[in-house]
């Protein structure tokens, strides 16, 4: 798959709309794909994310590990399991920019693997359009 890129405008600074998407524990307040995202340690997080696909839902569990920090400005977030298996990459990337009217994100999520087959590439796009009123809601609150 592709990777998926969505772009959002926020009428706030880029430190707010950056604090929102640089801790993968904020997710859930924001983006319903994010169903739990508990710390692990200062850089990874168990993640529990879940999505409907027609009449089926489905949900997975993975490590998440921060491996890219540009305070205030990007951020990437790498699946990095610890069992020694060999498992398929979820990636999520997030950058905060400055705009005339407050900020703006560019969000990119990448998975390689066969979870929900040729479908991911929809469930992300809209999970994170709908996720765009919360999101802007949660950075103008501060």
Known sequence: ???????LEAP???????????DLARY?????????????GAEAWSVVLAARLGPLR???????VRTVFEAGHYVRF???ELDGRA???WVLE????????GSELS??????????????????VEQIESARPRLVALAASG
């Open 87 to 89: 498992h398929a990459a």
């Open 58 to 64: 489905r949900s997975k569990r993975l490590r998440m």
């Open 12 to 22: 706030c600074p880029v430190e707010q709309l950056f604090a929102c998407v640089d």
């Open 94 to 101: 997030a950058e905060v920019l400055p705009t005339t009217g």
């Open 1 to 7: 798959m592709k990777p998926v890129q969505v772009n």
């Open 28 to 40: 859930p307040a924001w983006l319903e794909l994010v169903q739990r995202a508990e710390p692990e």
């Open 107 to 124: 969000m990119t999520m990448g998975y390689d693997g066969q979870w929900w087959g040729p479908l991911i590439e929809r469930v992300l």
């Open 78 to 80: 790498e699946r990095r």
